[in-house]
């Protein structure tokens, strides 16, 4: 077994916190190593400005601090987003609160935004060497004293120099009130802000919840193009809880990533691919452990897609298998790219059940 899987299991016997804090330490050290992942240039999508040549990254909630991300880029991920970071430092929920439901390939989080604060989060940022991975912020807001329309702007504006693109954050379920930002009235106000504080800001990319209500979806939509959005994450975690969960810690509190939220995420992937055509670059997230799930999202209309709690179950081999095995799936399926496959299926994914 190679050494890093070994690590991954090694991990996964400690607290889940506490093991993601180790992982975390060790990645800033280097003790990860760098990892080769193949090469196919059929596989490289154009996004924030350049080409990213694996267009599978990591998603936000991993790297808070950006502590890790030279060692992140090292295992080959096409581009990482560090986050969520609020404007002053804050703790987060009280422990333990994250949670594994390993025999559901799900993860349990109510972290709450527990960050150091945007300041040394973009000291470190723009430490970082930005030429083998392409980097994203993930902004959110403080639990108390929040201001949204000061809040973001003053985010963006810290990390606008060093950053390939923004994510808003409003959708995190760990943070009272913070889905209401979704709404198209309030969330365009937001943007507004930002504009006309940062009218140069990176390509900015706002993150939806799978729980919204698919009916405000076509107005969320136009409002997004009608801000010159460069495009949306989909989707962040869940607070549903499919019956078929065994976990022991199902009923805990926050939001639930892994393979239960692929369906539900996937569906509301192809409802927006739907809506918004090529107008906008979507992200895909949610339940992305194989290759063939990885091209079900670029099929629902994503040109890129993100993973996390599989990273966190299988660790840094992940990445090459789903290199290899997107590849093989293009040949199967005699796409001369991967590009020409991004939204094929999206009629028949945006009916799957959720």
């Known amino acids: 077994m190679p050494v890093a899987d070994l690590a991954t299991a090694a991990l996964r016997l400690l607290e889940p916190e506490t093991a993601h804090n180790a992982a975390i330490a060790a990645l800033r050290l280097g003790l990860a190593g760098r990892q080769r992942v193949p090469a196919?240039?059929?596989?490289?999508?154009?996004?924030?400005?350049?080409?990213?040549?694996?267009?599978?990254g990591l998603a936000a909630g991993f790297d808070k601090n950006a502590a890790a991300l030279a060692g992140l880029s090292r295992l080959g991920f096409g581009f990482v987003e560090a986050g969520t970071v609020t404007r002053r430092p804050q703790p987060g929920n009280p422990k333990p609160r994250l949670f594994r439901l390993e025999d559901d390939g799900a993860l349990i989080n109510r972290m709450g935004f527990n960050n150091l604060g945007i300041e040394g989060f973009a000291a470190r940022l723009a430490r970082t060497d930005r030429a083998l991975t392409a980097l994203g912020a993930n902004l959110g807001i403080n639990k108390e004293g929040a201001d949204p329309l000061a809040d973001y702007p003053a985010l963006v504006a810290a990390?606008?120099?060093?950053?390939?693109?923004?994510?808003?954050?409003?959708?995190?379920?760990?943070?009272?009130?913070?889905?209401?930002?979704?709404?198209?009235?309030?969330?365009?106000?937001?943007?507004d802000a930002i504009r006309a504080a940062v009218p140069n800001a990176p390509?900015?990319?706002?993150?939806?919840?799978?729980?919204?209500?698919?009916?405000?979806?076509?107005?969320?939509?136009?409002?997004?193009?009608?801000?010159?959005?460069?495009?949306?994450?989909?989707?962040?975690?869940?607070?549903?809880?499919?019956?078929?969960?065994?976990?022991?810690a199902r009923g805990e509190a926050g939001g639930l990533s892994g393979a239960p939220l692929f369906n539900r995420a996937t569906r509301m992937l192809a409802r927006v691919r739907l809506l918004a055509g090529d107008r906008l670059l979507l992200i895909g997230v949610g339940g992305v452990a194989t290759p063939?799930?990885?091209?079900?999202?670029?099929?629902?209309?994503?040109?890129?897609?993100?993973?996390?709690?599989?990273?966190?179950?299988?660790?840094?081999?992940?990445?090459?298998?789903?290199?290899?095995?997107?590849?093989?799936?293009?040949?199967q399926?005699?796409?001369?790219?991967l590009a020409e496959l991004v939204g094929r299926d999206a009629d028949r994914l945006a009916e799957i059940a959720p």
């Open 159 to 191: 990390v606008a120099p060093h950053a390939d693109y923004v994510a808003i954050n409003v959708s995190s379920p760990n943070t009272p009130g913070l889905r209401d930002l979704q709404a198209a009235d309030r969330l365009a106000a937001i943007l």
């Open 333 to 337: 399926y005699g796409a001369a790219t």
């Open 40 to 56: 196919d240039p059929r596989l490289a999508m154009p996004a924030f400005g350049r080409t990213i040549a694996l267009p599978i």
């Open 292 to 331: 063939e799930q990885a091209l079900a999202k670029f099929r629902a209309g994503a040109s890129l897609v993100q993973v996390y709690t599989a990273f966190v179950y299988q660790g840094p081999s992940l990445l090459p298998r789903l290199a290899a095995g997107l590849s093989a799936l293009l040949d």
């Open 203 to 248: 390509p900015l990319f706002v993150k939806l919840a799978p729980d919204l209500d698919e009916a405000a979806l076509p107005e969320l939509v136009d409002m997004a193009i009608g801000r010159a959005v460069a495009g949306l994450i989909v989707s962040n975690t869940t607070l549903a809880r499919p019956e078929s969960l065994r976990g022991a």
